[in-house]
């Protein structure tokens, strides 16, 4: 693997930073190093004692985060933008949008897929990150210097047999990229994704169960990647949905 980015030291200092997803593998580990780089960080996930966990190791960090519970599964647009104007009058503005949070609960054939499950991933794997960043635009567009960065997957893999509603999800985040990019791009709001090589998380677990755990590296090892994007550093990066080592 080529080496991954190394942000500058305080790169996200004075920004705010939401992530979604935030107690997961890459959500946790990239909160943290935004917190590392100085941003504030926005702590979004459904679960709230596993959101004061990370919240109490981001406060070693960096500076105190701020936490936003909220499942994604059934917020609405109308709970978007009550969180992005919670965001813009008590923390002072919005810099950058990391979505983490994802929804998958196994392989298996779309034909024994149920329709509860099928609505429910594309809708938290695709939908709700649109929802969400719908709302959060106009706080953005304000900050002078924005990011939003998805989190996406290697096509090649999981638009295959079984990996149902997901796959599909993400083949359709590919698609909000561009099109939000083309959109944006004469803006200061600059729109990315980050495909992160194999990584020891719930998800990959799911999909391969006999993988031993030690075979794959810790989601920490893309965390660099993830403030890189959301830094300023990040704009020589608009646009693309890029592996780690073709970071620019």
């Avoid at 890459?26 to 943290?32: F, Q, R």
């Avoid at 979505?99 to 897929?113: I, K, Q, V, W």
């Avoid at 998805?150 to 999981?158: K, P, W």
């Amino acid at each position: 693997m080529s080496p991954l980015p190394t942000p500058t030291p305080d790169c996200l200092a004075g920004r705010v930073i939401l992530v979604t997803g935030a107690y997961g593998g890459l959500g946790e580990a990239a909160a943290k190093a935004a917190a590392a780089a100085g941003a504030t960080v926005v702590l979004l996930g459904k679960k709230v004692p596993k959101l004061n966990r990370v919240y109490d190791a981001i406060k070693k960090i960096g500076p105190e985060p701020a936490l936003y519970p909220l499942d994604m599964r059934g917020a609405d647009p109308a709970d978007y933008e009550a969180m992005a104007d919670k965001i813009a009058a008590e923390l002072g503005g919005l810099h950058g949008i990391l979505h983490c949070a994802a929804d998958f609960s196994g392989l298996r054939p779309l034909e024994t897929t149920s329709p509860e499950e099928f609505v429910t991933q594309i809708h938290v794997n695709l939908t709700a990150p649109w929802l969400l960043t719908q709302a959060c635009l106009p706080v953005l567009r304000q900050s002078g210097d924005a990011a939003v960065v998805f989190v996406a997957e290697d096509l090649r893999r999981v638009n295959k047999a079984y990996w149902g509603a997901y796959g599909i999800a993400k083949a359709g985040l590919e698609g909000l990229v561009s099109m939000l990019h083309d959109e944006t791009e004469d803006s200061v709001v600059r729109v990315a994704a980050l495909q992160p090589g194999p990584m020891r998380t719930s998800i990959r677990a799911r999909a391969y169960v006999e993988e031993a755990a030690t075979d794959c590296p810790e989601a920490s090892v893309y965390a660099p990647a993830c403030v890189h994007l959301l830094s300023a550093a990040g704009i020589a990066d608009r646009g693309r949905i890029l592996r780690p080592d073709q970071i620019r």
